[in-house]
């Protein structure tokens, strides 16, 4: 937990110093008919297929697998911030590729389910962040992103546009958080349930913990319940002890993207050309077909050679904010 407190305050106190980003420059009036045309173009380019699922709307994201031939997922749109809504389905869509991905022929049984939820949520930040937040990825997709929606696009340059989206800023909201401070959010919440099922929080002082937790580590004061312990939907739905899932698939992401960049040639250049075949087919192959033939600390070493090892996520940050921002 400190080593998550020293990153992420020594990656914002950097950026204060270097970097001014105004985050409202994206900001503008996108069609949400229009949003929607373009969020399934990026889901079906990284390979989600619309023949074997679909996307609809929501207030929360999700995605929902009935068959690995019946997998839905959705997002959430704001009118004036059209990335609002591409995140999420770039990281809902990570989910149904694992889900499409399952062997049909074993459907029903362990054969045909996920290794587990970290690993699941493994695949939606990798595409989320480590690809979805890329140059690579943007070197792609900009050109396309400013064709559809000009106004403000058109005027922001590709080198500014990944410092908008990839900017450390302290936010209330896990969801709308960046990699940096993420994981802080999961351990303060972990430490909640911790004590909730100890005994040595009660439930009545959640909102008192949450603010005081959120000041220690974020340093950052709630106003509202809000923004702070009723902003998820989790404890009210009894899904306790699945928030580290979040923080073990950043861990396993980068750990897997690792092995990934060793395994296809040139897999920068060819996410530059919107070329994800190969992603998809090396997740198929490594990942997803297994169901669950292997535990997620097995399955781990079989596809990267080592046991969980969050040096790579370290590295991973390390070596793009570095570059990003000059820090």
């Not at 069609?31 to 929360?60: C, Y």
């Amino acid at each position: 937990m400190r080593f998550w407190m020293l990153l992420s305050r020594e990656c914002l106190r950097k950026k204060r110093r270097k970097i001014k980003i105004d985050k409202d420059i994206i900001k503008g009036d996108f069609s949400i008919e229009k949003q929607v045309e373009f969020n399934k173009m990026v889901a079906s380019k990284i390979g989600f297929d619309f023949e074997a699922g679909r996307l609809d709307k929501t207030v929360h994201p999700f995605a929902v697998s009935f068959h690995p031939h019946d997998v839905r997922i959705t997002t959430r749109y704001k009118k004036e911030d059209v990335l609002y809504s591409l995140g999420s389905t770039i990281h809902e869509a990570g989910h149904g590729l694992y889900e499409q991905g399952l062997p049909v022929e074993h459907f029903g049984t362990p054969l045909a389910e996920c290794v587990s939820l970290g690993i699941h949520e493994s695949q939606s930040r990798m595409w989320e962040n480590i690809i979805g937040k890329s140059e690579d990825f943007w070197k792609y997709f900009y050109p396309k992103l400013q064709k559809e929606f000009p106004a403000p696009f058109k005027k922001i340059i590709l080198k500014d546009f990944l410092k908008i989206i990839n900017k450390i800023e302290t936010s209330f909201i896990r969801a709308e958080s960046d990699e940096v401070t993420y994981n802080l959010h999961i351990i303060l919440r972990y430490e909640i349930e911790k004590g909730l099922i100890e005994g040595s929080i009660d439930v009545a002082d959640l909102p008192e913990v949450w603010k005081s937790k959120i000041k220690e580590y974020l340093g950052i004061k709630v106003s509202k319940d809000s923004l702070g312990v009723l902003q998820d939907v989790h404890w009210s739905a009894g899904l306790f002890g699945y928030f580290p899932t979040y923080a073990l698939g950043n861990l396993y992401a980068s750990q897997f993207y690792s092995a990934m960049v060793r395994g296809i040639s040139n897999i920068s250049q060819k996410v530059a050309k919107g070329e994800f075949g190969e992603i998809k087919k090396w997740l198929r192959k490594n990942i997803h077909t297994h169901g669950k033939t292997y535990s997620a600390s097995v399955l781990v070493k079989k596809v990267t050679g080592e046991n969980l090892n969050s040096q790579y996520f370290v590295e991973y940050l390390e070596k793009k904010y570095k570059k990003l921002f000059n820090i």
